[in-house]
């Protein structure tokens, strides 16, 4: 699976963003789908994670309420949409996909501790920044 985010920038705090990680060269449904934020001099960390076998979403204490991520269709796209944005969320934003037979519990690891499992294809990241 390929795949190529987009979306990054400059945004203030309070701002919000919305990336999305276009997948080609295999179908989203066998795969789990990670949204992993990386700051300088930290793990890399899942912030959000949708397993596609049921549309099951998951999110880390950090985003959740603030991260919301959703499937495109038409687009083949997975999108995080990132509301009240903050000066800790400065980082590279990658996705990445794990082909697993349990996509659910691969999601429920990566959102709970940084871990990187299966999640063997990773897309080039993108940039956030929040800074005022």
């Known amino acids: 699976l390929h795949l190529v985010e987009s979306g990054g920038g400059l945004v203030q705090p309070g701002g919000s963003l919305r990336l999305s990680c276009a997948a080609s060269g295999d179908t989203l449904d066998n795969y789990a789908i990670a949204w992993f934020r990386q700051a300088p001099g930290k793990e890399r960390e899942a912030v959000s994670c949708?397993?596609?076998?049921?549309?099951?979403?998951y999110a880390a204490d950090s985003a959740r309420g603030r991260f919301t991520i959703s499937r495109e269709n038409a687009k083949n796209t997975i999108s995080v949409q990132m509301n009240r944005l903050q000066p800790e969320d400065t980082g590279v934003y990658y996705c990445?996909?794990?082909?697993?037979?349990?996509?659910?519990?691969?999601?429920?690891?990566?959102?709970?501790?940084?871990?990187?499992?299966?999640?063997?294809?990773w897309g080039q990241g993108t940039q956030v920044t929040v800074s005022s």
């Open positions: 949708i397993a596609n076998s049921d549309r099951s979403i």
């Open positions: 990445a996909a794990a082909r697993v037979s349990n996509q659910r519990r691969e999601c429920g690891f990566a959102v709970a501790a940084p871990y990187i499992g299966a999640f063997d294809s």
